[in-house]
């Protein structure tokens, strides 16, 4: 009898903790969401930059000085988004996000110009920590697979003298 009144508090726990994203995990940017049918922002907007599988969208901020990839997989949703890039100083211009924002900011509050304890400090620890980089891996977690049926998320912070330049995140391609 206490074995099986173990088992039932253990699912229902484990049912409880999966109903929470990791601290880890980064659901979009700027209004536009992972895996979720970005239409009423893009619609009127054909892919404009190039990425090796699927379609992607990019958009510079007002000032010019970064940049956002939406990348798309083959066999996703027409408007949903499956890997966010954020880099500073772009080598190319790009047209202005629809909601012509000065500055880009993930769901979670990271931004181009934080420190590398900023982000870990919004994140939590990371997988993986370099000199100018670290990185977050999230695999077959109960919350990603139940609410986006996404088996592997990923996300890179790139640094330059303890400033972020580029960071990335989202579904690796299945």
Not at 109 to 116: D, R
């Given at each position: 009898m ?12 484990h ?74 100083n ?60 996404m ?24």
């Amino acid at each position: 009898m206490k074995f099986i009144l173990y088992l039932i508090i253990l699912v229902f726990s484990h049912s409880a903790l999966s109903d929470a994203p990791p601290k880890s995990f980064d659901k979009g940017f700027t209004g536009i969401f992972l895996e979720t049918d970005n239409t009423k922002k893009l619609a009127s907007i054909a892919h404009n930059c190039k990425f090796d599988i699927g379609g992607a969208f990019c958009f510079s901020n007002t000032r010019n000085n970064q940049f956002v990839k939406f990348i798309s997989y083959p066999g996703g949703i027409k408007y949903g988004f499956s890997y966010i890039q954020v880099i500073e100083n772009p080598q190319s211009k790009y047209p202005l996000l629809p909601s012509k924002i000065n500055h880009f900011e993930s769901a979670n509050g990271v931004t181009i110009g934080m420190s590398k304890l900023q982000v870990t400090s919004i994140l939590g620890k990371p997988v993986s920590s370099m000199i100018n980089s670290i990185s977050y891996y999230l695999k077959n977690n109960a919350y990603l697979l139940n609410t986006y049926n996404m088996p592997i998320y990923s996300a890179e912070y790139r640094f330059e003298n303890d400033r972020l330049i580029r960071f990335e995140f989202g579904f690796e391609y299945p």
